[in-house]
C-alpha cells in the first residue's frame, strides 16, 4: 500500500510540476534561468517529501506546489514591473568583446575562460574574437555577436 501511495503522488507531483512549469512559460531548457533551477528544485522537494513520507498526503502536496508555485509566479510578475528585482534575478547583459578584444574583468566575473569564449562565438558562426566588431554576454550564457564589416 506504501508503494502505491508512493507511485501516486509521485505521478501526481510529476504531472503537477510539467503543468506549473508550462503555466509559467518555460518551453525549452535553454530559457530556463538560475532563478527557475531553484524554483524547480524547491518543487521537487516537495514532491519528493510528500511521496517518501507516509503521513503526509495528496492534500500537503497541492497545497504545497500551489502555495510555492503562486509565490514564484507573483515573484516573476513584480520581477516583470520592477527593475531592480528583475536585475537581482535575471541579471543584465553585459559587454563581453569590443574591437576584437575581450573585457577580462567580465569574463572573469561570468567564470568564462578564453576556450569557452570561443565555443560561444563559434555557435554564433564566429571563428576569432578579432572578428567581433561588438560581443554581449546575454543573461542566459550565451554571446551575441555583431562581426567587423
Known amino acids: 500500500m506504501d508503494l502505491l501511495k508512493m507511485a501516486l503522488d509521485l505521478l501526481v507531483g510529476l504531472l503537477a510540476?510539467?503543468?506549473?512549469?508550462?503555466?509559467?512559460?518555460?518551453?525549452?531548457?535553454?530559457?530556463?534561468?538560475?532563478l527557475d533551477i531553484i524554483y524547480v528544485l524547491i518543487l521537487g522537494g516537495i514532491v519528493e517529501e510528500t511521496a517518501l513520507d507516509p503521513?503526509?498526503?495528496?492534500?500537503?502536496?497541492?497545497?504545497?506546489?500551489l502555495v510555492c508555485s503562486s509565490?514564484?509566479?507573483?515573484?516573476?510578475?513584480?520581477?516583470?514591473r520592477i527593475k531592480l528585482i528583475r536585475k537581482i534575478s535575471e541579471g543584465?547583459?553585459?559587454?563581453?568583446?569590443?574591437?576584437?578584444?575581450?573585457?577580462?574583468?567580465?569574463?572573469?566575473?561570468?567564470?568564462?575562460?578564453q576556450d569557452e569564449i570561443l565555443m560561444l562565438l563559434r555557435m554564433q558562426n564566429v571563428w576569432s574574437v578579432e572578428e567581433v566588431k561588438l560581443g554581449i554576454l546575454e543573461t542566459n550564457g550565451t554571446i551575441s555577436a555583431k562581426k567587423n564589416k
Open 92 to 113: 543584465k547583459p553585459e559587454v563581453i568583446i569590443e574591437d576584437g578584444s575581450i573585457n577580462w574583468h567580465i569574463a572573469k566575473r561570468a567564470h568564462l575562460d
Open 55 to 65: 503521513k503526509k498526503g495528496l492534500s500537503y502536496l497541492i497545497t504545497g506546489l
Open 71 to 80: 509565490a514564484i509566479w507573483l515573484f516573476e510578475k513584480a520581477a516583470q
Open 17 to 34: 510540476l510539467i503543468f506549473i512549469m508550462r503555466f509559467l512559460g518555460r518551453k525549452e531548457l535553454a530559457q530556463a534561468t538560475p
